[in-house]
């Protein structure tokens, strides 16, 4: 394993240039580590190369191994290299939809309105219209620019339109308005004339009774897209994910979430263009009764519906709230006491008692009118459409740059057991862990093998 062998070369000859050596007798390949020159010979210290000694045998054993020039793994992590300093930063918008689903103003969109009535379809005791935004207009107009459609004033005209107006409120019977940011659906319910509103029917009024309460608004498999890393075909998959790559969704009204790395970059990656990215699948949902809108994101892993994986579930509410507003009366019972209060000042004047009239009944009918004259105030706030308006969906994808890599000499990740003799290219480097080659040297030689594999080795 260790010879030294001495050689007639001859005074003249300079021998250091030879450096390596093969003994046939031994059936062994040498490095020379030095030469002496002693009693006329030159005599060479030789220490065996086990390497191409055994390099037969050494190719054809399996090993677990670690990195290889020649072949890698791309899904897995590359620690050896660092990250440059700074961030690429990619925004893509909503790819499918033209940047918005949304309606970009209350003059657009649907008003979805509660109504207490007797409907037997009803959600308890309340039923719910959808109105195009000129049809809710005319809706809201009809309640409020007369009281005639109650016939009320019909049945009790000493009560007078003015007073009547100041203690009944027909919002009474609405519980809710909310306006969605999107046109009616076709299948939200069937279109009507005719509105059953409290104790009255309101007709030729066009609206459309919601039947559908759970309605999903889209269900899009390729609605976001998220722009490959830059070096993921040079340097494997692994940038894709964390830490090399943050995805971060922004999608009003929902708001803004740090979406998995890791389950997006198993998605199914393809060319767009002159760019690669991944589709994420979308799904909204919208309850119409509270105005509640669920966001799924998901990622696909594959051609089934069952190996998507979900990114996010959010809910927040999508319909905007309109405020409403209500009488603070005790009803009819204010109305019978302002009504015999009035009478009684009419008695007085009849009777000429003139100053009872005004210093008691009237100032009793002033008293009592502001006593119990209802105060109007406000019911809930109106929302902000300013989500749909000044932000659009979009994915925001950041990436981290990884250093030049050194391929040949360093190799790449693969983790598994290979014949080592299929990893010759690429400059061969291999690094094995736990390697242990069988051979028939000594063991200091099987020994010294293992070593050289499990610290590095290049194959040719």
Request: with cysteine; hydrophobic share 40%; aromatic share 12%.
């Amino acid at each position: 394993m260790s010879p030294v062998i001495g050689l007639d070369l001859g005074l003249t000859t300079n021998p250091h240039a030879y450096n390596y050596a093969y003994i046939a007798a031994f059936g062994r390949y040498y490095y020379v580590s030095n030469w002496e020159y002693s009693g006329r010979l030159w005599w060479a210290s030789l220490a065996v190369d086990v390497l191409a000694t055994y390099r037969a045998e050494i190719l054809n054993t399996s090993c677990y191994v670690a990195r290889s020039a020649a072949a890698y793994n791309g899904d897995i992590m590359d620690a050896l290299y660092p990250t440059k300093a700074g961030e690429i930063a990619v925004q893509e918008p909503l790819s499918l939809l033209n940047n918005t689903p949304w309606a970009q103003s209350l003059a657009d969109g649907m008003y979805v309105v509660g109504i207490i009535n007797n409907d037997n379809l009803s959600f308890g005791a309340v039923s719910y219209y959808a109105f195009t935004p000129s049809n809710f207009a005319l809706f809201k107009n009809y309640l409020m620019a007369d009281a005639n459609w109650t016939g009320i004033l019909t049945t009790n005209p000493d009560i007078g339109e003015n007073l009547y107006k100041s203690i009944f409120n027909p919002y009474q019977y609405i519980v809710s308005i909310n306006w969605f940011p999107f046109e009616i659906p076709s299948n939200i319910g069937l279109s009507t004339t005719v509105i059953p509103f409290g104790w009255w029917v309101i007709e030729n009024m066009n609206a459309y009774r919601i039947s559908n309460y759970i309605y999903t608004l889209a269900d899009w498999n390729s609605a976001l897209t998220v722009r490959e890393h830059p070096q993921a075909q040079t340097r494997g998959s692994f940038v894709l994910s964390a830490p090399y790559s943050k995805y971060r969704l922004i999608f009003p009204p929902w708001g803004e979430f740090e979406l998995d790395a890791n389950l997006i970059a198993k998605g199914q990656w393809q060319q767009f263009d002159t760019v690669r990215g991944c589709d994420l699948g979308t799904i909204i949902k919208i309850d119409f009764i509270s105005g509640i809108g669920i966001l799924y994101v998901y990622v696909r892993h594959g051609p089934d519906i069952k190996d998507q994986a979900t990114l996010l579930i959010n809910q927040t509410m999508v319909g905007v709230p309109i405020q409403l507003a209500q009488i603070n009366t005790n009803g009819w019972g204010q109305v019978q006491n302002i009504v015999s209060t009035a009478a009684g000042v009419l008695g007085s004047i009849a009777k000429l008692d003139v100053g009872g009239a005004i210093s008691n009944a009237a100032t009793g009918i002033i008293n009592t009118v502001e006593n119990n004259i209802p105060h109007m105030q406000s019911i809930g706030s109106t929302g902000s459409i300013a989500p749909y308006v000044t932000h659009k969906p979009k994915i925001e994808t950041v990436h981290k740059i990884l250093v030049d890599e050194n391929r040949a000499e360093m190799g790449r990740p693969l983790c598994e057991t290979r014949t080592l003799s299929t990893l010759t290219g690429n400059g061969g480097y291999v690094l094995t862990r736990n390697a242990d080659v069988q051979i028939s040297g000594y063991d200091a030689e099987i020994s010294a093998i293992n070593n050289l594999l499990n610290n590095g080795i290049y194959l040719e």
